[in-house]
């Protein structure tokens, strides 16, 4: 009788049973299809919602409206890239399902941001100051925020994730409660004016911040496909991935900058997106069918393309409401992550 020979388990798979955070935070493989036919499957769905976006319903110039659904088009594109790339990677380097980078004080950075430009300058400098400068400083600024947290962080032996989160969780109150405190010494006028930028916007992206903008998403998409190897041992914790050879603390801290890129990127230029991120990781998780993020990776980009392109298509066509999708999505996605919160009853 001859042999039947299974393919060796990988060094993640050989830890489900083990103890520890990262044994934990690896969900057991499902059965059904495998991950190259989901991700086909979704690799589909993404493609159809992108056509009937682009080129149905077309009332008018064609010219006209073709240019303005592909410049959102883009948008969504980087959209969804930086923010399921960005919290897919933040879960795994945390261990944690539910942690999201906007936990880190993104959203109230750049929330923080706005308000002093508009209680030092008034309403107008928000729309004089649009262009790539001020695209550019923002991003820099989220980015040297994060930089400046992890270096002090990291900088002695006693360094600890723990703590990075919770001075991040802590820093966003901070910030938050100063912008509060700044809106209400607004007047109802300039405060009309900050509250637009303070809700995530498809629509108002200029195309000429998407070239900078998709350069961005290659280069970190690269460096992070390079290393999703290194991404699958993260995620049996520090222990194991060193004894597989990874340098821990240098590999956490490459992610950790390459998520606050990401993230700043997107809040600079769609504006802030707290739950979007969390509801993609989360589908991605449970319809990848693996724990491998050379299949996990990629199904989050296509399920928030699907979101944003599909959800956009539907908004605008049937309910009428092109400009709700963030807020619904943002309502949707709390609800979820309260219910699952709750369900999970733990951080």
């Known amino acids: 009788m001859s042999e039947t020979h299974l393919p060796a388990p990988s060094p993640v798979e050989t830890a489900r049973d083990g103890k520890g955070a990262g044994a934990a935070a690896v969900a057991p493989v499902r059965r059904g299809l495998p991950p190259a036919a989901r991700l086909a499957v ?38 969804a890239f930086t923010q399921a790339v960005g ?22 950075v750049y929330i923080l941001m706005q308000t002093l430009l508009v209680s030092v300058f008034g309403g107008g400098v928000l729309a004089a100051t649009d262009g790539m400068p001020k ?33 991040g969780v802590v820093l966003g ?61 993260l995620l049996l914790g520090r222990d194991a991935a060193t004894n597989l050879g990874i340098s821990y603390k240098r590999e956490l801290t490459v992610m950790l900058l390459l998520v606050s890129l990401l993230i700043a990127m997107s809040t600079a230029l769609a504006g802030p997106m707290t739950f979007f ?23 989050a980009f296509l399920i928030g393309l ?24 943002e309502f949707v996605g709390g609800a979820v992550f309260l219910v699952h919160l709750l369900r999970k009853g733990t951080l």
């Open 87 to 108: 919290t897919v990677v933040f879960q795994t380097i945390t261990h944690n399902r539910i942690l999201t980078p906007s936990i880190m004080g993104f959203d109230s």
């Open 135 to 167: 695209l550019v400083t923002q991003t820099l600024l989220m980015v040297g925020f994060t930089m400046l947290l992890f270096g002090w962080l990291f900088s002695g032996r006693s360094g600890s994730l723990h703590v990075l989160l919770l001075v």
């Open 173 to 233: 109150l901070a910030f938050r409660s100063l912008s509060d405190f700044l809106q209400r010494m607004l007047s109802p006028a300039e405060y009309d004016v900050l509250s637009a930028r303070l809700f995530g916007r498809l629509s108002s992206a200029e195309a000429a911040y998407l070239p900078l903008a998709g350069a961005v998403c290659l280069i970190v998409g690269a460096v992070v496909w390079q290393r999703r190897y290194r991404l699958d041992a």
């Open 306 to 329: 699907i979101t944003l392109a599909g959800g956009q298509f539907i908004m605008e066509h049937v309910f009428y409401a092109s400009g709700m999708l963030t807020v619904v999505i």
């Open 42 to 79: 979704a690799g589909g769905l993404a493609a159809v919602a992108v056509v009937c976006f682009l080129f149905l319903f077309i009332e008018g110039s064609f010219d006209f409206a073709f240019e303005r659904r592909l410049t959102m088009l883009g948008t969504m594109l980087v959209v």
């Open 277 to 299: 991120g969390f509801v993609t990781a989360m589908l991605a998780h449970q319809m990848s069918g693996t724990h491998r993020h050379a299949v996990v990776l990629p199904m």
